[in-house]
């Protein structure tokens, strides 16, 4: 079974940039889909983006499409999620999550593995 671990969150101002990074282990990663979910204090874990075993095929949510980018990189067992133009409403924790299914899904139950998180605070 692989490990997921975030890295990359932090603290940042309204209108800027941040880019997470999810560290895969223990599998090969090219056998994993990925998506990224959030969860802000108070509220439900909730869909980001998500990503093809392959790579090939994304899909977002619609409060990210446009700004945020997903990407993986099967050789370095590594997944990113790219954030542009953040907003306050973006302040949550992240996580990476992966299973072995085909396709993309915007389902929280669909992905079997899940990282610790990483906290994402956009200042106003």
């Known amino acids: 079974q692989v490990q997921l671990v975030e890295s990359g969150g932090g603290l940042v101002q309204a209108g800027g940039s941040l880019t997470l990074s999810c560290a895969a282990s223990?599998?090969?990663?090219?056998?994993?889909?990925m998506g990224w979910f959030r969860q802000a204090p108070g509220k439900e874990r909730e869909f980001v983006s998500a990503?093809?075993?392959?790579?090939?095929?994304?899909f977002y949510a619609d409060s990210v499409k446009g700004r945020f980018t997903i990407s993986k990189d099967n050789a370095k067992n590594m997944g990113h999620l790219q954030m542009n133009s953040l907003k306050p409403e973006d302040t949550a924790v992240y996580y990476c999550?992966?299973?072995?299914?085909?396709?993309?899904?915007?389902?929280?139950?669909?992905?079997?593995?899940w990282g610790q998180g990483t906290q994402v605070t956009v200042s106003s």
């Open positions: 999550a992966a299973d072995r299914r085909v396709g993309v899904t915007p389902r929280r139950k669909d992905y079997d593995y």
């Open positions: 223990g599998s090969t990663f090219s056998n994993y889909r």
């Open positions: 990503i093809t075993r392959s790579g090939g095929s994304t």
